[in-house]
């Protein structure tokens, strides 16, 4: 029977009686607007019409869109500045600094650790097995009465596979904190997003981006999805104005070509496929591993020297030879036919 847990309970208690700052915007955004001190001469070119305005705190449009191709409500979304910001914000929403911890799962992305190391907040390592997936029974065992989220990316990176569902059903039945799912490569897989776990789930929260199977990562824009309690606080701790107008126009422009994106997402699957094939023609590759995401982890016999190698002749992968489990490891994201073919034509004339 899954324990009855309190988000309320779960936040810092400076937070629960945080009163937010209270923007210009959140009372008026149209008419007359002579209250946050903008210049009411204008941007300096005209290419930047309306920028001399303060964008919407709530930027209900575009948490509409984002809503709408989840299944969920628009009181279920945040917004902010890549999912570097929502991990930002739930360690200052649910971590006090010097005291809690968190769990994560690595080999995993770097920037959980980090953030912890940021506020302050101790974190306990429960490595994958050795077929990337997580060790429930050790995770579990690894909380205390200070750990506060559990942190784990499906599909992974820098492993590139999704974790098994029942495993992570247990997982978030039996973690006594909040479970942090990241799913920033989630439309190159075949399996659904776990969005549709919240509703009987008040202790999830799902991160996505517009970086990855979007194609925006230029825009810079995170996405968390999870209970309306949660995305309360959200709403509560972040800037006034996180998302700027820029970045708000451009991502709702993009749920405009969803077609595109689809078909984008599709050619990159079917790429991925096409370079797993002619890397294993290779000399010196030693494994590929099976991959859900845009990109392959792939074993050399000296990674270290060939990412040099490739590096000295402009092609840039990733070395993870020093992550747990990838000894010897390059993280290879999927490129063009024409780039993965100047990539397999140089990796056989450097090996």
Known sequence: MKPEISIESL????????KPYRSARDDYDSGLLLDANENSMGAPYQKAEGLHRYPSPYQLELRKRIANLRNLSPENVFVGV????????????????????VIITPPTYGMYKVSAGIHDVSVKKVNLD???QPKVDEILEAVDEQTKMLFLCSPNNPTGNEFEQERIEVLIDR?????VIDEAYIDFSERESRANLIENNPNLVVLQTLSKSFGMAGVRMGIALSSEEINRF???????YNVNALTSKYALEAFDHRDTISFHIEKLVEEREKLRRKLQDVPGVRKIYPSDANFLLVKFD???KLYKELADKEIIVRYRGDEPLCEN???ITVGTPDENEQLINTLKELV
């Open 11 to 18: 936040v810092r208690p400076n937070i629960r009686k945080l």
């Open 82 to 101: 890549g999912s570097d910001e929502a991990i930002d914000l739930l360690y200052r929403i649910f971590c006090e600094p010097r005291t809690d911890n």
């Open 130 to 132: 050795s077929s990337f």
């Open 175 to 179: 973690f006594p904190g909040i479970v």
């Open 234 to 240: 959200m709403m509560k701790v972040k800037a006034p």
């Open 302 to 304: 000296n990674a270290i």
């Open 329 to 331: 490891c390059l993280r």
